[in-house]
C-alpha cells in the first residue's frame, strides 16, 4: 500500500469503486463510506479550500481518520464485516488501523482533492448567459420561412419539412420544387388582381363598420386605395413607486458563502483537546495510557479500541485463528474479557458505565461531553485540555 502510493499509482481521477478496492472496503460499505467523508467536510470546513489548499486536505484526512479508523480496519469483527474477503486472507493482514494510519490518511487526502474538484466546480462556474448568447428555438416561425420558398403542391418536400422543423438548420428546396414553384406572368397578374380586390373589399367592410356610413358602389375595374395609418408606438408605462413603509429597512442579499456554524467549530477545536486517561482493573499500579479522543459509533467500539490501547486484545474466533495460523503463536491458559468500563470526567461530577451491547451508555457520555464543550467555549482560553478516567474491567477465564 505504502509502495503503491510513493509511486504515484493512487491518482485524484480513479472512480470511486477503485478507491474502495484500494481500502479494502466492500462495495456495499462504499456509498456509505463516501457519504460519512461528505457530511464530515460539509460539517467542519468547505469544498472551496480543499481543493486549493493541500494543508487543508492533509487536516481533515487525519480528523476523518481518526473518526472512522477503527470503525472499518480496527477490530476483527469490524475487519470481518466491511473489508473484503481478499484483504482477510492475505497474509500481510491487508489494511489495519492504526498500523496503516500513514498510509489512509494519504489515500483519504487523494480522494478530497477528487471531491474536492467535483463539489466546488457549480459554486465557482455559476454565471449567467449574455443577452446574446441565447438562441430561442421557435419551430413554428421557421417553417414559416421554409413554406415561403416553396411551392404549395410539392407535397413530397413539404412532408420532409415538416418532419424536420425541429432541428435549427435550414435546407435551400430543391431544383425540381424551385421550377415547380414558378408561375407564368399571367398567372402572377390575375392572381394579384384578385387579391387586391380581395384586400380591398375587406378594407371597405372594415372601414364601413368603424363610420357606420354607407359606402358607394364602384365599378370592379376602379382601384380602390385605402390609407390605413400606422399605430404610433407608445412609451411603455413605468408604474409609479411604491410608498415606503415606517421603520422598513432595505432587504440586503444573503451571504454567498455561509459561515461554518458555532457548534462545528466548537466540536473541531474541543475534540483536539480531550484526551481518555486509561487503565484497567488487571494492571493495578501502573500509570494512565493517554489515548487521543475519538467520536466511537457504539460502546462496543469503544471498549474493544481502549482494550488495544492498553495491550489487552480480546478473544474472538477471528483473532484465533490468525494467531494459531502465525509462527510464533504460543498458547495460553486465560482469556481477558472486557466487562465494562468506568467513565469520569475530571472536571465536574459526572461518571457512568459503559457496558457492552448498551448504546444508549455511550451516547450519554458524548451528550454530556458536548455539554462541557459548549459552556466553556472557545472564549474560555484558560480550558487547556479535558480529561476522562477510563477504567477498563476484566474478566479472567482459564
Known amino acids: 500500500m505504502k509502495d503503491l502510493l ?3 499509482c493512487v491518482k485524484a481521477s480513479w472512480l470511486d469503486r477503485e478507491f474502495f478496492r484500494f481500502l479494502d472496503l466492500k462495495e456495499e460499505y462504499g456509498r456509505e463510506f463516501i457519504l460519512r467523508l461528505k457530511e464530515h467536510v460539509e460539517a467542519t470546513g468547505e469544498w472551496g479550500n480543499l481543493a486549493k489548499f493541500e494543508s487543508e486536505r492533509r487536516k481533515h484526512a487525519k480528523m476523518f481518520v481518526d473518526e472512522v479508523g477503527m470503525m472499518y480496519w480496527g477490530t476483527p469483527t469490524n475487519r470481518q464485516k466491511y473489508l473484503v474477503e481478499e484483504a482477510l486472507e492475505d497474509k500481510t493482514g491487508g489494511c489495519v488501523y492504526p498500523d496503516h494510519r500513514d498510509e489512509l490518511v494519504r489515500t483519504i487526502m487523494i480522494l478530497l482533492e477528487r471531491k474536492a474538484k467535483s463539489y466546488s466546480r457549480p459554486s465557482l462556474s455559476t454565471e449567467k448567459p449574455t443577452p446574446g448568447s441565447y438562441i430561442p428555438n421557435h419551430p413554428d416561425r421557421k417553417a414559416k420561412r421554409k413554406s415561403n420558398l416553396i411551392a404549395v ?3 413530397e418536400y413539404t412532408d420532409s419539412v415538416s418532419s424536420k422543423e425541429k432541428k435549427p438548420t435550414f435546407k435551400t428546396p430543391r431544383t425540381r420544387a424551385i421550377a415547380r414553384a414558378i408561375k407564368p406572368f ?4 390575375s392572381s394579384e388582381s384578385e387579391s387586391d380586390s380581395d384586400s380591398s373589399s375587406m378594407k ?4 364601413s363598420t368603424k363610420t357606420k356610413k354607407p359606402t358607394p358602389t364602384k365599378k370592379a375595374s376602379q382601384a380602390v386605395e385605402v390609407k390605413v395609418p400606422k399605430p404610433t408606438p407608445q412609451p411603455p408605462s413605468i408604474p409609479p413607486p411604491k410608498p415606503k413603509k415606517n421603520g422598513s429597512s432595505p432587504v440586503k442579499n444573503p451571504p454567498l458563502h455561509a459561515k461554518p456554524s458555532p457548534k462545528a467549530v466548537v466540536r473541531e477545536n474541543r475534540a483536539g483537546e480531550t484526551m481518555f486517561l486509561v ?3 488487571t494492571q493495578e499500579g501502573m500509570a ?3 489515548v487521543p479522543y475519538v467520536d466511537f459509533a457504539q460502546a462496543d467500539d469503544f471498549l474493544e479500541h481502549m482494550a488495544m490501547q492498553c495491550d489487552m486484545v480480546e478473544w474472538s474466533p477471528t483473532a484465533q485463528l490468525s494467531r494459531e495460523n502465525s509462527m ?6 486465560t482469556t481477558v474479557t472486557i466487562a465494562a468500563a468506568s467513565i469520569k470526567f475530571e472536571w465536574s461530577d459526572f461518571e457512568i458505565r459503559v457496558r457492552r451491547a448498551h448504546a444508549q451508555d455511550w451516547k450519554l457520555v458524548k451528550r454530556e461531553l458536548q455539554k462541557a464543550w459548549r459552556a466553556e467555549g472557545p472564549e474560555n482560553a484558560f480550558v487547556t485540555s479535558f480529561k476522562i478516567r477510563v477504567k477498563l474491567h476484566c474478566m479472567i477465564t482459564a
Do not use: C, L, Q
Open 328 to 333: 510464533e503463536y504460543t498458547p495460553s491458559a
Open 186 to 189: 399571367k398567372d402572377i397578374i
Open 279 to 281: 487503565t484497567a482493573s
Open 204 to 207: 371597405r367592410t372594415r372601414a
Open 6 to 8: 510513493d509511486r504515484g
Open 288 to 290: 494512565a495510557v493517554w
Open 153 to 155: 403542391d410539392d407535397e
